[in-house]
């Protein structure tokens, strides 16, 4: 945490979808983890549980680690990294269709929620489109319930869902592709419409060739043919909290690359 001469301290957030934190400590995560030092590090897609995992990677030093796996070993799940300890955590919605798969931790730091979730993957044939938009739904209902209740919220993660055409390399593409379906884009069209920002946008509204996930194959990611489909959203009370949000596309270790948030 840096703390400045004027008493502003300054929280910086990192998520990052993984795709198998064995996979991803091989290639570097820890090794970049120590070098960043991210007050709060979201994980997604871990495919793993913790008994499977080395005491580094299941504690490191100076980390509160919380681990929502799914309950299938090798598929989703996602953890928490934080070295703020949050005052509560919960894992899941309160849904044991979403909740058994490891999709969401839910943190409460006092000033602000912070959601970290992996959202469905619709599927190639579009079989999982149903399961993704009830998610959604019931997601947003529950960040709903918080802000009833007074509460301010960060949600962030892998929302696998493009939102605008600048946020896909070849959006048309990809208009029938799940990940960029109109029926997927408007959830997201309601989540602005609550009032939510995405932090990236708010600073760089038009800001072209910012992806966070690209293709294994044909070289996507080194021609940056990619996706934006990883975000950090906030309730509009903390608008003017945002300092930066920011894509990290020379962190490799995934298929994605992290996404950064730092608040005041």
Request: overall charge negative; charged content about 25%; glycine content about 6%.
């Amino acid at each position: 945490m840096i703390i400045f001469d004027y008493n502003i301290i300054m929280t910086t957030i990192y998520s990052w979808n993984v795709n198998g934190i064995r996979a991803a400590q091989r290639k570097g995560l820890l090794s970049w983890l120590h070098q960043v030092s991210p007050d709060i590090l979201c994980l997604q897609e871990i495919k793993a549980h913790p008994d499977q995992l080395d005491p580094e990677l299941n504690a490191p030093s100076n980390y509160h680690v919380y681990w929502a796996p799914a309950e299938r070993k090798g598929y989703s799940g996602v953890a928490l990294y934080t070295r703020l300890k949050p005052h509560s955590v919960q894992n899941g919605l309160g849904n044991e269709e979403f909740d058994r798969e490891g999709r969401t931790i839910i943190a409460d730091y006092g000033d602000f929620v912070l959601i970290n979730a992996y959202f469905p993957n619709g599927s190639r044939d579009h079989s999982r489109v149903p399961f993704k938009l009830a998610y959604c739904e019931e997601f947003l209902k529950y960040c709903g319930r918080l802000r009833e209740a007074g509460k301010s919220i960060i949600f962030c993660g892998d929302l696998n869902t493009a939102h605008q055409e600048i946020d896909l390399a070849r959006p048309r593409q990809n208009a029938g592709s799940t990940g960029f379906l109109p029926i997927e884009r408007a959830w997201i069209d309601k989540v602005i419409e609550e009032g939510y920002i995405d932090a990236f946008r708010s600073l760089h509204p038009d800001q072209r060739d910012a992806y966070s996930w690209w293709a294994y194959w044909g070289k996507a990611r080194e021609h940056n043919v990619g996706w934006r489909i990883d975000y950090f959203f906030m309730s509009p009370d903390l608008r003017d909290k945002i300092v930066a949000a920011k894509i990290h596309p020379d962190v490799f270790g995934s298929d994605h690359c992290p996404i950064s948030l730092n608040i005041e």
